[in-house]
């Protein structure tokens, strides 16, 4: 596996590659993270082993896409156990960039037109955050160049921000986003997830007992109920607090108030839990 700290390398590394190669069938995977990965993460890294001739992962706490100060220092990094993890899932590439090799001495944030996606749900709770996103992506995509791009459907708005983001400047790259794993009780995996006290992370199954019994309600009863109905049971849980549950389109992100209204739902929940801001999704179609 090759780890590499500089742009230039290992866009030049890949370039070469990909120059070397004689088969047209030849593929570059890439996994962009922000490290302390967990299973969630290598099974991206496992899907783009299997799908492509050759993988590569980044790893960068992109402090652009944190409006949260506290949020970006407290962020978890071990790179050693990454790099270990990685080279056990067959990751080719490691690209571990400081700030300056991603966005230069003197970085003037850019405006992505997403069609108002980036305002929304987590948009509209931390502002600037996909745009942050939308900078760091664009960026890796241009450095690394892949064919295929895995994501996790564990941040849901955000493969549909990068799904329009690669649509409207054409950036020819394809998205696989992939299923969430989650721990044994159900909690979806994430590096966040070290932050709650061990009885939390026990017992933080009714998130995602929450998104299922919205799923099992489809139909039998008024959407509108279910929402509050689950919202009342889980803000009476101490130490927890709903952020937000709602159903929206899966393309364009608007809340639905009846069942009909839209045939790719999804439920999206936020919970703040001892302070953790934990986020989970169940596509209802
Ligand atoms: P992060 O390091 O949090 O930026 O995540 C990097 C990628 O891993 C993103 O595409 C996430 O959606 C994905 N991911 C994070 N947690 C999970 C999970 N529990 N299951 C599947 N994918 C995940």
């Known amino acids: 596996m090759k780890v590499f700290k500089e742009s230039k390398t290992i866009k030049l590394y890949l370039q070469k590659l990909k120059f070397s190669q004689k088969s047209s069938n030849f593929t570059v995977g890439f996994v962009p993270t922000m490290g302390a990965l967990h299973a969630g993460h290598i099974s991206l890294i496992e899907a783009s082993v299997k799908n492509c001739s050759i993988t590569v992962c980044s790893i960068f706490v992109n402090p652009e896409q944190f409006n ?10 071990d790179i050693a156990n990454d790099l270990e993890i ?4 067959g990751c080719d590439v490691v690209f571990v960039p400081n700030y300056e090799e991603i966005y230069g001495r003197n970085y003037l944030s850019k405006d992505y037109d997403i069609d108002g996606l980036d305002l929304i749900l987590e948009g509209a709770n931390r502002p600037g955050h996909f745009q942050g996103v939308c ?16 994501l996790g459907q564990k941040d849901f708005q955000q493969t549909v921000v990068l799904q329009r983001l690669v649509d409207k400047l054409n950036l ?9 794993i989650r721990e044994k009780n159900g909690l979806a995996m994430s590096s966040r997830n070290v932050r709650l ?12 007992n929450s998104l299922l019994n919205v799923k099992h309600s489809i139909g039998n009863t008024n959407l509108q109920d279910v929402l509050k ?48 801001r934990l986020l989970d999704n169940v596509l209802l179609d």
């Open 68 to 77: 949260n100060k506290k949020d970006f220092e407290l962020y978890p990094i």
């Open 86 to 89: 990685l080279e056990k899932a």
């Open 135 to 150: 900078a760091v992506v664009h960026r890796l995509l241009e450095i690394v160049n892949p064919n295929d791009l895995f």
């Open 172 to 180: 020819g790259v394809k998205l696989t986003i992939m299923p969430i």
């Open 197 to 208: 006290s061990e009885y939390a992370r026990e017992n933080a199954s009714f998130i995602y």
């Open 229 to 276: 109905n689950e919202i009342e049971k889980i803000n009476n849980i101490p130490n927890v607090e709903v952020e937000y549950l709602t159903v929206v389109d899966g393309n364009f992100l608007q809340s639905i108030n009846n069942w009909d209204e839209s045939e790719r739902k999804v439920a999206l929940i936020v919970v703040k839990y001892e302070g953790v």
